[in-house]
């Protein structure tokens, strides 16, 4: 074994038996039996080690993601998405707390590709039409859930004792970024959503096809309009709103 795997080995192991989601470089040197100069030298700094470790210890995970098939419903992709995380959250605490660390100063490649993959999905949605927001916002708002439902769930479980929570909070977010795959068919499903379902569903059929139909600034400009309409959210819809207000102080302009 090199250096650099025993001193990952021993940082994942003092991590383990860590009250905290830290460990300090001198107990890793002294459990891998090499200087500190070799630590620095392979890893930069501490929070570069820390990094390295969360990389590692998320490998697993990331890999059955990775060669996870799609299925039909996309939607469903991103429910079972949010079990395994919590899943691998639960399974895997020190790791994970570590994730979140304000040790680490800058992200994990692991976030960055955690991020990714969940972005490939929700273009997936966009593409179906099932996404009332823009992909990457949908993000955002779905990956911030789900790690704060992970963490809470981790740091307090005596507050989260309800083994649901973590079911109904998904389906709330779900809920809030999806639309069904056929809106007509559900009783009382009025198309609030229709212009931002609309933009996003647009956008990301554009970026899936890469059709050269426009200049590269043509397409620039035609993203960022799709971008807010996909943010427009109800007030899109119906009368009133801020959409109205302007209207209105362009026509008293003119």
Not at 19 to 28: E, N
Not at 155 to 171: G, H, I, N, V
Not at 229 to 254: H, P, Q
């Amino acid at each position: 074994m090199d250096a650099r795997e025993k001193i990952l080995d021993a940082a994942t192991t003092l991590l383990a038996g860590a009250p905290v989601a830290d460990v300090s470089t001198r107990a890793v040197c002294e459990a891998a039996g090499v200087g500190a100069p070799m630590l620095y030298r392979l890893f930069g700094d501490k929070a570069g080690l820390l990094a390295a470790v969360v990389d590692r210890g998320f490998e697993e995970y990331l890999n059955s993601k990775r060669q996870a098939r799609p299925s039909a419903d996309p939607v469903a992709d991103l429910r079972a998405g949010w079990d395994n995380h919590l899943r691998f959250a639960l399974e895997h605490p020190h790791h994970y707390r570590l994730m979140y660390s304000p040790e680490l100063t800058v992200p994990p490649a692991a976030v960055e590709e955690a991020h990714a993959l969940l972005g490939a999905i929700l273009e997936r949605c966009a593409v179906a039409g099932r996404l009332t927001v823009p992909p990457a916002l949908a993000t955002q708002m779905i990956m911030s859930a789900n790690v704060g439902a992970a963490l809470s769930i981790l740091t307090r479980p005596e507050q989260y004792p309800d083994p649901a929570f973590s079911e109904r909070l998904r389906d709330a977010v779900l809920d809030a970024v999806t639309c069904p795959a056929d809106p007509g068919k559900v009783p009382g499903a009025e198309p609030d959503h229709a212009v931002p379902v609309a933009a996003a569903t647009l956008a990301a059929r554009l970026r899936a096809e890469r059709t050269p139909v426009f200049t590269t600034a043509e397409s620039a400009l035609l993203e960022q309009w799709l971008d807010k309409l996909g943010k427009s959210g109800r007030s899109a819809g119906g009368g009133g709103g801020e959409g109205e207000t302007e209207r209105a102080r362009v026509v008293d302009e003119t």
